[in-house]
């Protein structure tokens, strides 16, 4: 009898002990996106499965609230606020959408999962030292555009002229043309540039710089861009352009792609979210780069376009699409 008694006194005592044990935190981020959830599949993939690596489980200890853009950047500032309201630990983002997650809040930490040139865009104070609220991975935008010339001038030797397609609101906009008329001038090309705002835009746009007789399509990195990269490749091939840009392009039919490894970089994303809900400031996080970039070669397209891709470059291909 003494013997049960004892036992049921240990066990209460381990009752009370786990009642009275505080609950595990749960951290919440919110996601400011620029696009769809469908557009960004592999990169949410990515985030999550890093999330996961470093011991957050949704639903467990971790909650992410979710807003989506649908490709429409004017819906970026209330959605930014809404989000704001919500008093998130962290905002993770990417593209145009971490300028406005900036205007919006000077105290939340804000992860740029990936931005292009953030310290000339004015994102950062520098890449070193960030010194506000905003961390995370940036790219050289002009440097990935002006590389781009390279690679489809090197497909075709003969090529005289190039139509570009870019965003209309990219903030980077002056900065990237500039670098790829240095680049043209070098090849002796001629630059045709087409500015859309949105989808509806792009055929029209498309169809413009055909009939400016452009050689070959090269398109920009945006996120609107890279959501609508299946029409953009089906319309280049309908006015029979060759067309180079980021991954999603020679994914969906285009004939070349480069560009940075976006999935990564969204993975990387998850191990700034880390450092932050670890107690890390932002202001002394310094802003990674890219050191994963892809080349992408799509002999499909090739065939279909009756282009000939030299041997060399097929060799440096990261990616062959048969």
Do not use: C
């Not at 953030?118 to 002006?146: D, M």
């Not at 970039?293 to 699409?321: W, Y």
């Amino acid at each position: 009898m003494t013997r049960t008694i004892r036992v049921l006194a240990v066990l209460a005592g381990v009752l009370l002990a786990a009642s009275e044990a505080p609950a595990q935190r749960v951290y919440r981020i919110g996601l400011l996106g620029v696009a769809s959830p469908a557009t960004y599949a592999r990169q949410l993939e990515a985030f999550r499965g890093g999330l996961r690596e470093l011991g957050y489980v949704e639903g467990k200890n971790l909650a992410i609230e979710f807003r989506w853009a649908d490709h429409d950047v004017s819906r970026l500032p209330a959605l930014a606020s809404e989000l704001v309201q919500l008093k998130p630990d962290v905002i993770v983002t990417s593209g145009p959408g971490t300028a406005y997650a900036k205007r919006a809040t000077s105290t939340i930490p804000i992860v740029m999962a990936a931005a292009g040139d953030a310290e000339k865009s004015g994102l950062v104070a520098s890449l070193a030292h960030p010194g506000g609220n905003v961390t995370g991975s940036s790219f050289f935008l002009r440097e990935l555009n002006a590389k781009r010339l390279e690679l489809i001038k090197e497909a075709l030797p003969r090529l005289r002229r190039v139509g570009v397609l870019i965003h209309a609101d990219s903030p980077t906009k002056a900065a990237i043309l500039g670098a790829m008329q240095d680049a043209a001038r070098a090849m002796k090309l001629e630059l045709h540039v087409a500015e859309i705002r949105g989808a509806v835009d792009l055929e029209e746009a498309i169809a413009a710089l055909a009939k400016g007789r452009a050689g070959a399509l090269a398109i920009t990195d945006h996120t609107v861009l890279v959501a609508e990269a299946g029409r953009i490749t089906e319309s280049a091939r309908k006015h029979g352009l060759p067309s180079i840009g980021f991954a999603e392009i020679a994914r969906s039919g285009g004939l070349l792609a480069y560009g940075v490894d976006f999935p990564d970089l969204w993975r990387r994303a998850a191990g700034y979210v880390d450092k932050i809900l670890k107690g890390a400031k932002p202001a002394d996080l310094p802003v990674q780069q890219p050191t994963k970039f892809e080349l992408i070669v799509n002999l499909k397209a090739a065939q279909a376009l009756g282009v000939a891709i030299p041997r060399s470059l097929q060799a440096r291909a990261d990616q062959t699409i048969e």
